[in-house]
């Protein structure tokens, strides 16, 4: 079946500092893949999206290019903030009737002053 | 614009006891809709779908149920909590034709 990998946190850096936070897939067709963020206590916001391949998604600074070649989809940002704190998760969609997503477990980012 | 609401914010059960977490989805009609699950410490596991009114698909074998009685409303339920049902369940929803599912704000769920 359909599975997202996502790298182990947590994650932790430097104001200021670059981040990737990498993720790969596993899916048969051509899912569209999304980055949610969960900030402490709160639901699951999509952070952006791409739904065909070399397609970049951005949003708030942060970066992903669907790479269908590695079937990867790594979130970037380059200079992240105190605000960005917060549980990062990759999931995947594929077009159909229920379109259901499958996550990755989730990286916990955590920046310091 | 479409908004999604769920309620309670924040629940405390003893075992044994019923529940009902409720959804609504404004601003939109037909959409799919979904319940989910995020343990402490865990990634989010999908427990139930709705592509219309009164149709349920469920994804793992559990303790719940769910019922859609109106097309934008979205019921989660269960008869006899368990201690393993503590979590977080989130409400989701997706416009018709759209690859794109929008979250609630979440439910916290206690069972003591």
């Known amino acids: 079946g359909d599975s997202v990998t996502q790298m182990e946190g947590p994650v932790t850096l430097s104001e200021e500092a670059f981040l990737t936070i990498n993720c790969t897939y596993t899916a048969t067709g051509y899912p569209s893949l999304f980055w949610y963020v969960q900030y402490p206590g709160e639901g699951l916001q999509l952070l952006l999206k791409a739904t065909k391949a070399d397609d970049k998604g951005s949003n708030k600074g942060f970066e992903a290019t669907y790479r269908k070649e590695t079937t990867s989809f790594h979130l970037e940002k380059g200079s992240v903030q105190v605000s960005d704190s917060a549980v990062y998760f990759c999931a995947l969609s594929k077009t159909g009737t229920a379109s259901k997503l499958t996550f990755g477990t989730g990286t916990r980012l955590q920046v310091t002053l | 614009s479409q908004t999604i609401h769920q309620w309670p914010a924040t629940l405390v059960q003893p075992v044994g006891s019923p529940l009902s977490l409720e959804c609504t989805v404004e601003g939109t009609s037909n959409p799919n809709l979904y319940w989910y699950r995020q343990a402490a410490g865990r990634g989010l596991q999908l427990l139930f779908y709705s592509v219309g009114i009164g149709q349920i698909s469920s994804e793992v074998p559990q303790n719940l149920s769910a019922s859609r009685p109106q097309d934008r409303q979205f019921i989660l339920s269960s008869k006899k909590l368990l201690l393993s049902d503590s979590g977080f369940y989130l409400c989701?929803?997706?416009?018709?034709?759209?690859?794109?599912?929008?979250f609630g704000e979440g439910s916290w769920l206690t069972v003591v």
């Open positions: 989701a929803w997706r416009p018709g034709g759209g690859n794109t599912i929008y």
